[in-house]
Each structure stands twice: as structure tokens, then as C-alpha cells.
């Protein structure tokens, strides 16, 4: 699993084959049917995966606070959580069209919890008084894009540590979405 994530990601889903995937784990390319049905399924675990480990880690973020309180939090976890997995995020965004109907149906719902949270925040920090968007579902959209994007270009190596990241970000966050 993990060598095809880092092969895709490296290559893209469709210029990879699963002889390639096999050579990288110094097996023959029979051997791996054994344990995975075909390519696709491979992709599909994969990202059916990353976005079940994604839910499972936000459940266990505490729920109370004020909905500003529950933005900042989310902000900042989506960074970190998604700093540390570079190419799951990457082939979690990027291969979805490579998905089957039927596959592509499962990994949008899961994605659709996701998003549904974030929805859930901004229309609660309405309510509160603390929040406004013209649209609550596509701010959604538009802050977890955002939020995601800092994947293609931060290096741990770079100007800015992962706090100054999630510092900046959670203010741009902040003011698209205030009052």
C-alpha cells in the first residue's frame, strides 16, 4: 500500500502498473493479486483509507467551544493532519477522477462528512453571531481548498514553521468568514 501511494503520487495513477508497484516491494507482479483484487481497488483503499483515518482523527478532537473556537481548531488541524501525509492528500485529491462510479460514490460521501463539519461550524458561528458567509457549504469548500493547498508548496525545511503556517492561515481563515 505504501509503495503504490508513493508511486502514484509520484507518477499519477494511470502511468502506473501494478508490475511497477510489485518491483518496488521486490515481489512478482503475480505475487500481489494475491492480496489486492486489482489496480483499482488499490487506489480505492487507499483513498477510502485516508479519508476514514481523516474522520476518525477529527471524531476525537473535542466538540464544545464557541464556533469560532471550533474553526480555529479545525483549521489548524486540517494543516497539521495533512502536512504529515503529503502523498495521501495528493492522490486523495488528485486521482479521484481515476475512481470508478461506484468507488468515486464512497470516497465523496466521506469527503462529504468532512466538509458537512466545517458547514456545520460556520452555520452555528451564524447562529452565534460570530460568523457570516454568503454561503456556508461553498465557504466550506473554499477553506478546506485552501487549508489543503498548503501541501504543495510548505517544506518543514522552509521560512515558516508548521505553527507560523497554521498562525497565518487560521487569520485568513478568520477574516473570510467574520463579521
Keep these: 500500500m505504501e509503495a503504490a501511494l508513493r508511486l502514484f503520487a509520484r507518477h499519477g495513477f494511470a502511468a502506473v502498473s501494478m508490475r511497477q508497484i510489485a518491483a518496488e516491494v521486490g515481489v512478482q507482479a503475480g505475487a500481489l493479486y494475491n492480496y489486492i483484487p486489482d489496480k483499482q481497488s488499490l487506489l480505492f483503499d487507499l483513498m477510502r483509507g485516508h479519508m476514514e483515518a481523516l474522520l476518525a482523527a477529527r471524531a476525537e478532537r473535542p466538540k464544545g467551544g464557541s464556533a469560532l473556537a471550533r474553526l480555529e481548531d479545525f483549521t489548524r488541524f486540517h494543516i497539521r493532519y495533512h502536512l504529515a501525509r ?9 486521482e479521484l477522477r481515476s475512481l470508478s462510479p461506484e468507488n468515486f460514490a ?8 468532512y466538509e458537512d463539519e466545517l458547514e456545520s461550524i460556520l452555520r ?12 456556508p457549504r461553498i465557504a466550506a469548500m473554499a477553506v478546506i481548498a485552501m487549508l489543503t493547498g498548503v501541501t504543495t508548496w510548505y517544506r518543514a525545511a522552509g521560512r515558516l514553521t508548521v505553527d507560523q ?3 497565518i492561515y487560521w487569520d485568513m481563515v478568520r477574516k473570510s468568514v467574520s463579521v
Design 86 to 94: 503529503p502523498d495521501a492528500v495528493f492522490v486523495s485529491y488528485m
Design 106 to 113: 464512497v470516497v465523496e460521501g466521506l469527503r462529504r462528512q
Design 124 to 135: 452555528a458561528g451564524e447562529a452565534e453571531g460570530s460568523l457570516s458567509a454568503a454561503d
Design 165 to 167: 503556517v497554521e498562525g
